[in-house]
């Protein structure tokens, strides 16, 4: 698959692992469809409250001018959406997350493509 956007813009590269980034989605986009996803969950205010600030937090630590988000269309891919989902995947297991919500974020946020990182704790899981 060719991207135009890679040959017409500069190459941008994470805040965290610096690598470049080659699916721009922001943090804020994959933090709107995080919060949709836990509202399936019966403590979704829960884990919103002890989980939301903190991936803000983040984002605004690591916040720099960046690559337009395919999304949003803002400026602000500062961080490359394997680090966020890390950080978010190492979040819900500092504020207890059960087993189910682990292996159904593993399901629908996995951008461990090149499997370095936490496909292997997905496979663990037995989610891939
Ligand atoms: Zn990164
Ligand atoms: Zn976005």
Redesign the pocket.
């Known amino acids: 698959m060719q991207y135009n956007y890679l040959a017409s813009e500069p190459l941008h590269e994470c805040s965290i692992c610096h690598e470049t980034i080659i699916h721009p989605?922001?943090?804020?986009?994959?933090t709107?469809q995080i919060q949709a996803w836990l509202t399936s969950y019966s403590n979704y205010h829960e884990l919103k409250d002890s989980l939301f600030p903190e991936l803000r937090n983040f984002f605004e630590k690591h916040f720099k001018e960046s690559t337009e988000?395919?999304?949003?269309?803002?400026a602000?891919?500062c961080i490359c959406p394997y680090c966020f989902t890390e950080f978010i995947l190492d979040e819900l297991k500092r504020i207890n997350a059960n087993k189910i919500i682990l292996k159904e974020f593993l399901i629908f946020f996995n951008f461990d493509l090149e499997h370095k990182g936490y496909y292997k704790e997905a496979e663990k899981l037995g989610v891939v």
């Open positions: 989605i922001c943090p804020i986009c994959i709107t988000c395919i999304k949003c269309k803002k602000r891919v």
